[in-house]
């Protein structure tokens, strides 16, 4: 699609408030996502329909239906958590070295209890909505992909390969680092966003029985692939 004002300019950018296209010279950063310039001076403008956050929706509602279905059995967990290797507990057959690498992705669909899965579920609509309003549904699945990935290779290269990880806090932390990029990119104010960073991560370090690899992995892979989408940034 074009800039609805640039009509030369391709983007793959929309207006969070009225869903007109616009590229990043048309847009400012808003408290949820970003403006076109008719949108802040406050002009008439013609209203488009806005998409729903419909990745962002799915991402939760998966998660939720996944925690859902670990309180049924504890074999849920077993075969969808991060492992590297089984040997330890038995069964040398389990494990990403192993050959299963989907759990790598399947992580993310199993929680370490019904407060990790709020302030997961949370964080991720919180970050998710803006950033699929502003950079589009396949650019949002993109980055959370890369970000769980990411997360989850670093706690496997970093980590014990017997120790048992489970969570969507790659993914989350790659959203993280998304929006800093996303909003550096369009000169808006990022301290708020550090703020939370910060906070996190040393959290990460300082709470027991919490893996830090992952955010750390998960935070690096979303800013290098929010900076592959919607290109280079200063930061």
Not at 1 to 21: Q, V, W
Not at 38 to 46: D, F, K, L, N
Not at 196 to 218: E, K, Q, T
Request: net charge positive.
């Amino acid at each position: 699609m074009y800039c609805s004002i640039h009509t030369n300019a391709e983007t793959k950018l929309s207006c969070t408030r009225c869903g007109r296209p616009a590229c990043s010279d048309c847009l400012i950063p808003a408290s949820v996502g970003f403006h076109c310039r008719e949108c802040v001076g406050s002009q008439p403008v013609i209203k488009v329909k806005r998409n729903l956050s419909v990745v962002t929706l799915i991402l939760v509602s998966i998660s939720v239906v996944g925690y859902l279905l670990q309180q049924t059995s504890d074999l849920f967990v077993a075969n969808l958590c991060l492992i590297g290797d089984g040997t330890d507990y038995g069964d040398p057959t389990i494990g990403v070295y192993n050959g299963q690498w989907y759990r790598l992705f399947t992580i993310a669909l199993v929680h370490g209890g019904i407060l990790h899965l709020l302030s997961n579920m949370f964080a991720l609509w919180v970050t998710g909505v803006p950033l699929e309003h502003a950079l589009g549904k396949i650019r949002l699945i993109t980055i959370y992909l890369v970000s769980l990935l990411g997360g989850s290779l670093t706690s496997l290269l970093l980590g014990s390969p017997s120790q048992v990880a489970v969570g969507a806090s790659g993914a989350i932390f790659g959203l993280f680092g998304a929006t800093l990029i996303v909003t550096r990119k369009f000169g808006g104010s990022t301290s708020s966003m550090y703020s939370v960073i910060g906070v996190n991560l040393v959290l990460g370090f300082l709470l027991p029985n919490v893996d830090w690899h992952a955010p750390v992995g998960g935070l690096a892979a979303g800013c290098l692939a929010a900076l592959a989408q919607i290109g280079r940034a200063h930061v």
